[in-house]
Each structure stands twice: as C-alpha cells, then as structure tokens.
C-alpha cells in the first residue's frame, strides 16, 4: 500500500528556510496532488499548499509567498521549502495525498519542527 | 472565506451514540469528510464524500449533511474512539481545502 515519510531537520532557527521532503513509497506519485499540512502544538490542521504531479500548484494565501512546493517524479517525492520562519511555525508537519478537491486519503506519519535559536 | 465550527469537546458513555458536528454557511452543497487523530498520530480519514466509510472503518461511523450542518455519528461507542475529529471541506472553486477547528471526543 502507499506510504508516505516526512524527512527534514526537527530544529530551524527564526528568519531560516525549512525544507522538508516527503517521499512516497509503493505507489506513484504521478494523477494525484500532494500536500502539506501543519498542526501546531495542541491546536488544529492548517492546510500549507499542494502540487499536482504536472506542476500545477497552490498554497495557503495567509502564507504570504513563503511557500515553495516542488515534485520530482524521478525520486517519487515531493519537497517544501517555507522561507521566513518563525517561531509560530512550531509545528508538526504532515504530507498527504488527495485525488484533487476531495479527501485527504493518505498521510505520513508527521515530522516535528521547532523554531528556536 | 468559509468557516467550519466544531463543538471543542463531546462526551459519551460507551455503548452510546457521540454525534459531533460541524457547521458552516450552506456547508450541505459541499462534499465534507471527516478525520480521526489519536494522540500522537496522523490523521485517518473516518467518512468521505458526506457519508462513505473508506476501506476498514467499522460500520458504526457514518455521516451526513444537510443545510448549515453536517455531523458526524458514532454508534456504540467505544473506549478506541477517543480521539480529535476534524471536518474538512474544499472552499471557493475547490481551489483551497478548510478544516474546521476539530472536537475532542471523551468515551466516560
């Protein structure tokens, strides 16, 4: 069945660029969008942005620009790079898997990312 | 923007039914789905499509939706279902997926 890791650093410090990338196992990445998903600690799901295998992409527009989602089909993962960190960041970051407008019907497991000097 | 509001929390003695909605502006001509998130761990996703249970969720969890309000219904509750649910829907051309703030449910 398909899987998917987070992979990426547990510690960023304020002002730096997280980057972390989420790689799918037992299935292809390819006609589906992928996305990305933050829960701050004891609060709810934020949605960050998705890419479509064919590069069509979209992200949360509170995230002012920060967010840069990209996919390489060769590795069968997709990455996230959100710029300007700080420490409302804090979070767990999960990636997951939808057939367009519809349900997030896989997710990783989740990586915990900390914003602190 | 819409919003989708959750009660924060429900209780329910085992072997009831715990009913947990989500409300939000004519969310009924919207697709709403459901997720389920223990301690620690991802989210499941429990109901899509309003009331379609995914592959290996027990007959007990369904759905509906209707108007301003969809819920969430689960029968004879177990002590495993103690969790956070989160509703979810696509927003605006089905460009932006929202979640609603989600709801602790406590088995008594």
């Known amino acids: 069945q398909v899987q998917l890791q987070e992979s990426g650093p547990g510690l960023v410090k304020p002002s730096e660029t997280l980057s972390l990338t989420c790689t799918v196992s037992?299935?292809?990445?390819?006609?589906?969008?992928w996305s990305w998903i933050r829960q701050p600690p004891g609060k709810g799901l934020e949605w960050i942005g998705y890419?479509?295998?064919?590069?069509?992409?979209n992200h949360n527009s509170s995230l002012r620009g920060r967010v840069t989602i990209s996919l390489d089909t060769s590795k069968n993962q997709f990455s996230l790079r959100l710029s300007s960190m700080t420490a409302a960041d804090t979070a767990v970051y999960y990636c997951?898997?939808?057939?367009?407008?519809?349900?997030?019907?896989?997710w990783g497991q989740g990586t915990v990312v900390t914003v602190s000097s | 923007s819409l919003v989708l509001t959750q009660s924060p929390s429900v209780s329910v003695a085992p072997e009831k039914t715990a009913r947990i909605s989500c409300g939000g502006t004519?969310?009924?001509?919207?697709?709403v789905h459901w997720y389920q998130q223990k301690p620690g761990q991802a989210p499941v996703l429990v109901i899509n499509?309003?009331?379609d249970r995914p592959s290996g969720i027990p007959e007990r969890f369904s759905g509906s939706n209707s108007g301003n309000t969809a819920t969430l219904t689960i029968s004879r509750v177990e002590a495993g279902d103690e969790a956070d649910y989160y509703c979810?829907?696509?927003?605006?051309?089905?460009?932006?997926?929202?979640f609603g703030g989600g709801t602790k449910l406590t088995v008594l």
């Open positions: 997951a898997r939808h057939e367009g407008p519809h349900a997030f019907d896989i």
């Open positions: 499509y309003n009331s």
């Open positions: 004519n969310i009924g001509s919207k697709s």
């Open positions: 037992g299935g292809s990445i390819s006609n589906y969008y």
């Open positions: 979810q829907v696509w927003d605006g051309r089905g460009d932006h997926p929202v």
């Open positions: 890419m479509y295998y064919t590069g069509n992409t």
